[in-house]
């Protein structure tokens, strides 16, 4: 059973930074894409990030150049670097990872999701 356990949320004033992180279990890590979604109150989850096994990174184009996606295969985590934060990005954010696959904007590709973690950003 894959299991993914996100840490690094909290309160942040507007323009600073937050990093989270996904840590997963449950099969091997390295093999499989994994990513970041969110949800605002009263809004649909969003795509925020992927990275595939190789490393390839893809962004929503609300964090281009903002936010950055990494993973340590060793540690089996990925994590989401966010800059420049905007009251805009307050939200839910969730680690997601596929059956298989590359990636998707969809968020009913991904099976595994985990509890999730909020941020908020003041003004």
């Known amino acids: 059973q894959v299991q993914l356990v996100e840490s690094g949320g909290g309160l942040v004033q507007a323009e600073g930074s937050l990093r989270l992180s996904c840590a997963a279990s449950?099969?091997?890590?390295?093999?499989?894409?994994m990513g970041w979604f969110r949800q605002a109150p009263g809004k649909e989850r969003e795509f925020v990030a992927a990275?595939?096994?190789?490393?390839?990174?893809y962004y929503s184009d609300s964090v281009k150049g903002r936010f950055t996606i990494s993973r340590d295969n060793a540690k089996n985590t990925v994590y989401l670097q966010m800059n420049s934060l905007k009251p805009e990005d307050t939200a839910v954010y969730y680690c997601?990872?596929?059956?298989?696959?590359?990636?998707?904007?969809?968020?009913?590709?991904?099976?595994?999701w985990g509890q999730g973690t909020q941020v908020t950003v003041s003004s």
């Open positions: 449950g099969r091997p890590f390295s093999n499989y894409s």
């Open positions: 990275i595939g096994w190789s490393g390839y990174t």
């Open positions: 997601v990872a596929p059956d298989s696959g590359d990636f998707s904007l969809r968020p009913n590709w991904w099976r595994y």
